[in-house]
């Protein structure tokens, strides 16, 4: 179970003490996520979310809450911070920045079909349209620096193939970005996996998960969705049923622009590779520590994928 800071009983009814959520009845530790430490939370007057941010410090939460707080007055169902008794929003337990957001009803997808990804491209257009008047601009923490530096770091912990892939990859797409520097961006996800998402009787409840945001290339953030959304993490392979269900949608709601199209292979190459990398490198910090270990993700997937993009790219409109 993904909790790295544990609350007690006390702890939590003193957290909930501080907000107009009645009294405490349960709580329990969330398994699956790997960056953060995630609770649900039942009180006499509903169900709610405390997270505690393992990765990041007081002072760089509020950009992610801002991006929430943007989408939501745009109408979209996305878990914004509660206010307290204080009038604030984030707060600190256990020495961890820390919220509470009201819990959604649906539930994560086992896995995605034709209609889900349908659904999931036409939000994720006006996800990408909704962003863009959002005045903050945010670097990714896992952008083009820190992949050129983390690919770097890691190159010697690999296999020689492994290794070979990843740098010809990272110099690929520096060549193709320094030619291409005015790729149109605005404020993404980051992370829209299917388990970022909340469906009811077929219908998308909530994107949830907002901690990678950041202002980004929009066809960057729609190629992290296809991957996750369109591939057979077995083989790395696209279900092309899947993918033209997801970018027929998409494109219907936000048509991309010529140079955009272009960019498309190169954003599915090193959407993949982002997540191979991070993976990687969250493997190898905890490889020496079984119980953290368990808790990682397999890279192998995300390695597969990048392999298939390399073999295929499909463009982005046939």
């Known amino acids: 179970m993904a909790v790295y800071t544990s609350l007690s009983d006390s702890d939590m009814r003193g957290l909930v003490a ?3 959520l009645g009294e405490l009845v349960s709580f329990k530790g969330i398994a699956g996520g790997v960056e953060n430490t995630n609770y649900f939370l039942t009180t006499t007057t509903g169900k709610y979310v405390v997270t505690l941010f393992e990765e990041f410090e007081f002072e760089e939460v509020p950009y992610f809450l801002n991006v ?3 989408l939501k007055h745009k109408g979209f169902n996305v878990p914004a911070a509660l ?3 204080h009038g604030e929003r984030l707060r600190v337990v256990k020495g961890r920045p820390t919220i509470i957001v009201d819990c959604f009803p649906g539930s994560e997808l086992k896995e995605t079909d034709v209609d889900s990804c349908r ?7 006006k996800l990408h349209v909704a962003g863009e008047d959002f005045a903050e601009h945010r670097e990714s923490h896992r952008g083009i620096n820190w992949w050129r530096e983390t690919s770097k770091a890691i190159e010697h912990e690999l296999e020689p193939e492994q290794a070979t892939l990843l740098m010809a990859q990272v110099a690929e797409f520096d060549v193709f970005i320094a030619q291409h520097d005015h790729l149109p961006k605005t404020t993404i996800h980051g992370d ?5 998402t909340l469906f009811e009787n077929g219908q998308l409840s909530a994107i949830i998960d907002f901690y990678n945001a950041c202002y980004a290339w ?3 953030d729609f190629a992290i969705v296809v991957n996750d959304w369109c591939s057979d993490m077995a083989t790395g392979e696209l279900d092309m049923e899947k993918y033209r269900s997801l970018v027929n949608a998409y494109i219907h709601e936000r048509e991309p622009s010529a140079e955009e199209i272009a960019a498309w292979p190169y954003m599915l190459r090193i959407a993949a590779l982002r997540f191979w990398l991070s993976r990687l490198e ?7 520590d079984p119980e953290r270990l368990a808790q990682q993700h397999d890279p192998r997937e995300f390695q597969r994928i990048l392999e298939a993009r390399v073999r295929y790219a499909p463009a982005l409109m046939e």
């Open 18 to 20: 501080d907000y107009y």
């Open 68 to 70: 929430v707080a943007h």
């Open 83 to 85: 206010i307290d008794i």
């Open 119 to 125: 659904l999931m491209g036409a939000a994720l257009a």
């Open 192 to 196: 829209l996996f299917y388990n970022n």
């Open 218 to 220: 929009t066809m960057y």
């Open 282 to 288: 969250a493997w190898h910090k905890a490889k020496h």
